[in-house]
């Protein structure tokens, strides 16, 4: 499924108030220096056999045409790269021209990005050639890269010169203050894992906006955000980011008051022309989460009727027969797979958003819209169990498909009894076939899902082996999509783009903290300042 949008003579509408607001509530970033911790040679050019090197030795290798040297920067860093270049042999009668190949990964340090054919632009694969004309020098690149590896390749130097690299450093850049994080002990050992990784993935999408991935998009879309600001809200408690997010989308927004999928922020902050439904509906249940935190009135009463907006444009895509119109289907994302029949997904998260909606309008003390609400709930929830609940099946059938997403949402939207969401959980959980889920994001919420019909030994065990599996392959932190039994996949035709250190996936950290860890331990929980 390519998720491109194209609509011509797009023209979102602007809030310059909401939108100087955000402009007040850009982060200060922070940065640190970091240099490698280790170095390798590739036997090949893009193979993954390798060859050790000591790190001391780097700043005496010369390299000759074709020759590669690889630096490992020991964890996933996002910023700014300096080189500095000096050379053995007589002077250098040509420039040195390098090819330098960031990776977040090794197995995409070694892909070659010709063999790239996806639907995403191949310029996000994080690689320049460069000229060196002066050299010894020191070159310090414009771009920010997400990386943990970097492989410079020789592609010429001359016969006369061979070229050095004396010292390579990364000045790294994050809004995330490791300072604000209350300290968090585990005894057990994998989950302590999973959390340091959640939070570092989130830290690394810190930046001037909650980014979804460093590396890949390098923007604010809505779905991330949700699932960012409910970690932030055990780690770092950037609320204000989390503010600013929130009133760039409510400032830059489709004409017709749409909350867009996503947002550029530079050089002006401009929504994008791609609607999704479930991530409008994510505007809602954010801001309720973030008034939760915060009792913010100031947001509330900014962003209150564009979250009302985004229900009601919602509830007018409900038919006559009760049912989501087409395109309301085909523009809601919920994972990344074109086998997943979404209409059953679609109206759960749009029953699970009206529960978020009702509580704003109660903190606004607007009665008759918590009401109303109140009464499309109703008339939503049963409209779903017909339409969906299949008795025979004891579970949810979207369109004749059983899938584990389709029983994720109708439960976290309260459809049915708590027999039917258990009996609904214990089927996605027995599920082996097609769709599988194929994200962080989607594995988020199927843990909740499972947490919500009390099946927490089973939520635990779930996010325990998706996550760490990742880890198991190598991860430092979290990525994009994930499908253990099909590691190679990526939904834009090549893992050579795919993120790896990606927003949606750093909740681990919030669900162990908020639901898993063992209340009755007194002696983790109470030398925990959160608690
Ligand atoms: C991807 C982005 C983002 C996600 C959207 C739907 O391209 O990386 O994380 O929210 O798709």
Redesign the pocket.
Known sequence: MA?ISIIEDFHPMGDVRLLDRAAQLTPALLHTIREPVGGFQLKERYSSERSEIVLDEIPHLSMGKGENLCLDFGEHLVGYLTLEFSYSGSHPDAPAYLKLKFAETLEELSENAQDYAGWLSCSWIQEEYVHVDLVPTRLVLPRRYAFRYLKITMMDTSPKYKLIIKHAECRTETSADWRKVPPFRCEDPVLQRIHEVSLKTLANCMQEEFE??PK??RRL?M??LRLQALTNSVSFRNYDLVKRCLYLFGGSRFPDGRVS??IFTKPTVEADDTF?FD?ALMFVVALEEYLQETRDEEALDDLYDIAMQQVEYAIRQIGEDGKLNEQAVRDT?IDWSDELDKNACAMGVLIYALRYARRLARRKNDWSQSNWLLQQNGLLRRSALEQFWSDREQCFVSSGQISAASQVWMVLADVCTPEQALAAMRKARSLRSEPHMTTP?MHHYYVMALLRVGMKEEAEEHLKSYWASMLDAGADTFW?CWDPEHPEASPYGGSIVN?CC???SCTPAYMIEKFLLPAEDESLSSDHPAK
Request: no cysteine; proline share 0%.
């Open positions: 998720l979804d991935g890949r998009d879309w779905g991330d999928a996503n999704l991530y994302f994001y994009e993120s990606h927003a949606w």
